[in-house]
């Protein structure tokens, strides 16, 4: 095993690995002509991404959070000389890395694994920690699901900013999963609805981050038949309670919602 420092970023970490996770990967991304080093920072500047694949022949670059539905990736399986780079310091580690404050590690694939942890410990190794009111966390993000709190989409926004927090964005598959997992361990939860943060009441059909820069939806799960925008002006997007899939509804209903801020 080598291990490989990544220039100017002194506590990051890559562990250069045989090619063994294919079929279970992610490719979040893929980019040509970089070096090894190069894919690495490249990793590290992804907020996403655990770890990469890196080809030396073809010196193809992809990016991946594994532990997602299987896609399998041709120039892999092309390119006997690919390794993969794997943050240590974002993939925990069951056997090397450990969890701190209590946290326990939970395994994933061979070799790593990531930390649950205890309220009110967030963080990939359980070393960070979630502001008051903030009960559950994953990856470097603390959540709110707060039962008795209700209002409409603005109200949620407004109320979330109070807290120091945000609308929650659902970046990946990884979030959204950890999200209705989160929603269906609870009976009341699993009953109501809960706002995101996605919108689109400044133009129809172009759903943004609300409260993120207005950016685009870097990702969107929609139930079945959504959006349907039910009386043409349902502009904002609730977990629905039955599917727990994404809805569209109308701005102005009163129901829970979800606010999301980093752990520190
Ligand atoms: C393929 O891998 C070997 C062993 O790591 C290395 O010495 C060689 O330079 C690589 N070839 C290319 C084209 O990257
Ligand atoms: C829910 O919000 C209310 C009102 O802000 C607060 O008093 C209560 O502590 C919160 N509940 C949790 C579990 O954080």
């Not at 794997?86 to 326990?104: F, P, Y």
């Not at 002006?233 to 829970?256: A, G, P």
């Amino acid at each position: 095993m080598v291990w490989f420092g990544v220039s100017n970023s002194s506590s990051l970490w890559f562990r250069v690995q045989p090619q063994t996770k294919f079929i279970e990967t992610l490719i979040l991304l893929t980019t040509c002509s970089l070096s090894k080093e190069e894919c690495a920072l490249h990793c590290l500047g992804h907020r996403s991404c655990l770890g990469a694949y890196y080809c030396g022949n073809t010196k193809t670059c992809a990016l991946t959070n594994f532990n997602c539905a299987g896609v399998q990736a041709e120039f892999l399986l092309s390119d006997p000389n690919c390794s993969y780079l794997e943050a240590c310091s974002r993939t925990v580690s069951c056997l090397e890395c450990g969890c701190k404050n209590g946290g326990t590690c939970v395994q994933l694939t061979e070799g790593s694994g990531k930390c649950a942890c205890p309220v009110p410990y967030g963080g990939l190794n359980c070393e960070l920690t979630c502001p008051p009111q903030f009960e559950v966390s994953f990856r470097t993000s603390c959540y709110s699901f707060n039962m008795t709190l209700k209002g409409n989409f603005y109200q949620a926004k407004a109320h979330c900013e109070s807290m120091g927090a945000r609308l929650v964005a659902v970046d990946n598959e990884e979030e959204h999963t950890f999200i209705r997992q989160h929603i269906m361990a609870d009976e009341a939860r699993s009953a109501v609805g809960w706002w995101t943060s996605l919108t689109d009441d400044a133009s129809e059909g172009t759903w943004v981050l609300s409260g993120w820069g207005d950016i685009p939806a870097p990702f969107i799960a929609w139930g079945p038949g959504e959006p349907n925008s039910q009386g043409g002006n349902q502009d904002c997007v609730q977990y629905h309670s039955i599917t727990k899939l994404f809805d569209d509804e109308q701005c102005s209903r009163t129901i829970n919602f979800i606010c999301e801020t980093e752990a520190t």
